[in-house]
């Protein structure tokens, strides 16, 4: 990305754009509704080839990426036989920057002054105790956190996966989100079957293979994604790796996706579990399903009791599933004690459908009353939890990740 402005009278910036699509159609829209005037540049088109050689002041923006020889001969290449002034922007990470020093092309003071900028942009002024810049890294609970909406019910066939799947459907589709859909249930999971996924490679399999030695990887990294946009990741396809899912390695999994994509979406095993329990403490809402007949409206009683003793009665938030097929609504409202945030009428054969064409109801019957249900349960989420969303996310989601690593300005 680089900028150049007159030297005559102030303007905005024009902006060279190098990314693939959808990104690259996204950010020039957003670009130019804001008033920049923005340059799309060919695959493997250089920035300085977009400018003339007379460009007064350019800034380019270097993505080291764990080679900070390669990005060094990038940048002699760009400033040779230019007349103005080339400033660069590496975006580096820890291990890079004593490559970059090293090679005379960073004072490694300045990753503060970008990391500043950042922060500024992201967190509340008011006051705080809390340290944001320790060792010259941000902390990453400053930068912005998705929401977490947990899917649960103690008893089975009320419906979770399907309540799960579509209402991650119809953020990432309607609500134009980045949703990661995480299928938590770790025995009967069938998220990846339900919406026509091959089985990837789980956490549970990326967590031995961590233990043995390989590199990290995040609930982002593993992920699948559908046809819809979402992205879809599993704990476990094998009942018998359970050891290796210690709570806390499955919440500190989701906790870093969460400043990675928008919402998180958590299919869950109907039990009371350790990670499920983990998986409660840190979800923002609760969400429970529950269909008009006893056995799953004595089960959302036994869960309201459970969530009083580990203090996340507050968060709990009833969908009642096949509505008016049996029992009123206000009748299972005053039986289990909740008011039911949302109505998901019964579909009937087109939840099948859509399951046997690898969709979710959202985009394979996008007027079904159901999918307007599920539209209002999305809609009541998203504005207890931050308001309605602006209409470019995507956009702002592509800037964050931007910021997700080190930004270093070489002047």
């Known amino acids: 990305m680089g900028a150049t402005r007159s030297p005559v009278e102030p ?10 699509e959808p990104e690259r159609s ?4 957003a670009l130019t509704a804001a008033g920049y005037n923005t340059i799309q540049l060919q695959p493997g088109e250089s920035i300085v080839e977009a400018f003339s050689a007379s460009t007064p002041t350019l800034i380019a923006v270097v993505d080291v990426a764990g080679d900070p020889a390669a990005a060094a001969a990038r940048v002699e ?16 990470g820890d291990a890079e920057l004593d490559g970059l020093e090293a090679a005379g092309l960073v004072d490694v003071d300045e990753i503060w002054r970008v990391e500043a900028m950042a922060i500024r942009a992201q967190v509340p002024t008011e006051h705080s105790s809390d ?9 990453s609970t400053w930068t912005p956190a998705a929401p977490v909406f947990a899917v649960f019910n103690p008893k089975g066939g009320v419906g979770k996966t399907t309540i799960a799947t579509n ?9 134009r989100l ?77 906790s870093e996706a969460r400043h990675a994509v928008d919402a998180i979406i958590v299919d869950m ?17 609760i969400i429970v399903p529950v269909t008009p007949d006893l056995p799953a409206m004595r089960a959302a009683i036994q869960l309201k009791e459970v969530a009083v003793e580990v203090g996340v009665r507050d968060r709990l938030a009833m ?9 009123t609504v206000a009748d299972m409202e005053s039986t289990v004690g909740l008011p039911a945030v949302a109505h998901i009428r019964s579909a009937g054969l087109h939840f099948v459908w859509s399951a046997n064409a690898g969709m979710t109801l959202i985009d394979k019957f996008p007027r079904h009353q159901a999918t307007q249900d599920f539209e209002h349960l999305a809609n009541r989420l998203v504005a207890s939890y931050s308001g309605e969303p602006a209409p470019q996310r995507s956009t702002s989601s592509l800037l964050r990740n931007l910021f997700g690593r080190k930004a270093i300005v070489e002047a």
Request: cysteine-free.
């Open 11 to 20: 303007s905005r910036p024009s902006i060279a754009i190098s990314l693939a």
């Open 269 to 285: 095993h109907p039990s009371y579990s350790d990670v499920n329990l983990g998986i409660f403490a840190i979800a923002d809402r």
């Open 131 to 139: 340290a944001v810049l320790s060792g010259g890294n941000v902390d």
């Open 167 to 175: 209402l991650a459907a119809v953020l990432q589709i309607r609500k």
């Open 178 to 254: 980045n949703v990661l859909l995480l299928d938590a249930d770790t025995v009967t999971g069938h998220v990846a079957m339900s919406l026509g996924l091959p089985n990837g490679r789980s956490a549970a399999d990326s967590w031995i293979d961590e233990d043995a030695g390989y590199t990290h990887e995040s609930l982002l990294d593993l992920a699948t994604v559908h046809s819809s946009g979402i992205r879809v990741v599993a704990l476990s396809s094998n009942p018998l790796s359970h050891p290796t899912l210690k709570p806390d390695r499955v919440t500190d999994a989701i």
């Open 319 to 327: 969908i009642i599933n096949r509505a008016n097929s049996g029992v």
């Open 26 to 29: 996204e950010l020039d829209a």
């Open 77 to 92: 290449e760009a400033r040779r036989g230019r007349a103005g002034h080339l400033s660069v922007m590496f975006l580096a």
